[in-house]
């Protein structure tokens, strides 16, 4: 049984590096996870969000940190092959996807909400 759902990518008509897209998925009914699509060398796969740190490791490189991990290779195998199959789905439409990309995680518009209470 599958932990994903509601997969959404956005394409980059003229990508000019290495990214060609954007989503979105919603892991276990419970999260969106946004995600950026990056042209690889071995092929696209899909990056999750990570912070650049401050300071070089002992190899002068200036590290990343991932915000999201998933924990085990399944997962992210998984998450990784329903990205990869939607996008071939989006480029074999021929169109990039119509509707605009999902707000950042933390942005999304509040729904009106009424319990009853005055406050």
């Given at each position: 049984?599958?932990?994903?759902?509601?997969?959404?990518?956005?394409?980059?008509?003229?990508?000019?590096?290495?990214?060609?897209?954007?989503?979105?998925?919603?892991?276990?009914?419970?999260v969106r996870i946004?995600?950026?699509?990056?042209?690889?060398?071995?092929?696209?796969?899909?990056?999750?969000?990570?912070?650049?740190?401050?300071?070089?490791?002992?190899?002068?490189?200036?590290?990343?940190?991932?915000?999201?991990?998933?924990?085990?290779?399944?997962?992210?195998?998984?998450?990784?092959?329903?990205?990869?199959?939607?996008?071939?789905?989006?480029?074999?439409?021929?169109?990039?996807?119509?509707?605009?990309?999902?707000?950042?995680?933390?942005?999304?518009?509040?729904?009106?909400?009424?319990?009853?209470?005055?406050?």
């Amino acid at each position: 049984m599958s932990s994903f759902s509601d997969c959404k990518l956005f394409t980059i008509k003229n990508p000019t590096g290495t990214m060609v897209g954007s989503g979105s998925i919603v892991l276990n009914n419970l999260v969106r996870i946004s995600f950026t699509i990056i042209k690889g060398a071995q092929g696209i796969f899909a990056s999750l969000p990570a912070t650049k740190g401050n300071k070089p490791d002992e190899n002068g490189k200036i590290p990343w940190y991932p915000q999201v991990k998933l924990l085990t290779e399944e997962l992210y195998a998984e998450f990784q092959n329903i990205v990869k199959k939607e996008f071939a789905k989006v480029l074999g439409a021929g169109s990039v996807p119509k509707s605009k990309p999902a707000p950042p995680i933390g942005e999304e518009p509040q729904k009106d909400y009424d319990d009853g209470y005055p406050f």
